[in-house]
């Protein structure tokens, strides 16, 4: 059963959230559209439609926005170094507050880091530490994330509870003004810190047979005071959801 955490699109997600637990068959394809509330006052909340390609092999692998390459990996531990798309942004274009209109585009971005997971009976533990590599937000995150998985015959259940971690470089990036903005915008310049966004999440996965799958996974974040204070943003929380169907050969 494959398992998709839509990170970088809260972050991340938030961040993004692709990471997952490997199939015994290596390859798995199939179609999925992620949901993500923007945080900045008069953004429209975005719907992404990503296609689902998986490909577990003894190396590296391939998780639709995630791929790596094993660095140890037995049926408890994985160790990787990793690359994931961060679709994070911002586009002035795609708000309909004057103020908000006036300041830079933020990019999406590349990033790049370790990813470790252990799993046991009580358990798993799911961590990523990656930095960006396009020299946009020149941050990094850490996403530290505990999951306990309920297994009803065909049907599982898998909630989590875990925390993101952006470094100040990431905020200030994505949240922060500059002193030439707040001339255009007329709003007060700032300068975001580093900061831990807590959040919880909930997947739903169904084995329809033994080739298709479907799941739906959601997460709930709560945004930290170093984003809430940002005159960009009029959120206190942030709501992303992942559905999607797939076939494995």
């Known amino acids: 059963m494959n398992y998709f955490k839509v990170s970088a699109l809260a972050a991340l997600l938030p961040v993004?959230?692709?990471?997952?637990?490997?199939?015994?068959?290596?390859?798995?394809?199939?179609?999925?559209v992620i949901y993500s509330q923007s945080p900045y006052k008069g953004g429209d909340d975005r719907y992404y439609p990503v296609p689902v390609i998986n490909y577990e092999g003894d190396s590296f692998y391939v998780r639709s926005l995630t791929a790596g390459y094993y660095l140890w990996k037995d049926l408890q531990d994985q160790l990787s170094l990793t690359?994931?798309?961060?679709p994070q942004n911002f586009d002035p274009d795609d708000t309909d507050n004057k103020q908000l209109k006036a300041l830079d585009k933020r990019h999406m971005t590349l990033m790049g880091g370790l990813a470790y997971r252990h799993t046991a009976d009580w358990g798993t533990i799911r961590t990523v530490l990656a930095g960006d590599m396009l020299d946009n937000s020149d941050g990094y995150i850490w996403d530290l994330t505990y999951l306990y998985s309920f297994h009803f015959g065909d049907f599982s259940l898998t909630p989590g509870i875990g925390a993101l971690y952006s470094s100040e470089n990431q905020n200030d990036y994505y949240y922060g003004i500059s002193k030439n903005e707040s001339r255009r915008s007329g709003l007060r310049s700032y300068e975001a810190d580093d900061s831990w966004n807590p959040y919880l999440e909930l997947t739903a996965a169904w084995s329809i047979n033994q080739s298709w799958n479907a799941t739906v996974a959601g997460r709930y974040t709560r945004l930290s005071?170093?984003?809430?204070?940002?005159?960009?943003v009029d959120k206190d929380s942030q709501v992303s959801v992942w559905t999607g169907i797939s076939y494995t050969f």
Do not use: I, R, Y
């Open 16 to 32: 993004c959230f692709t990471a997952g637990v490997a199939h015994a068959n290596p390859l798995t394809l199939g179609a999925s």
């Open 83 to 86: 690359v994931l798309g961060s």
């Open 225 to 232: 005071d170093e984003v809430k204070d940002s005159p960009m």
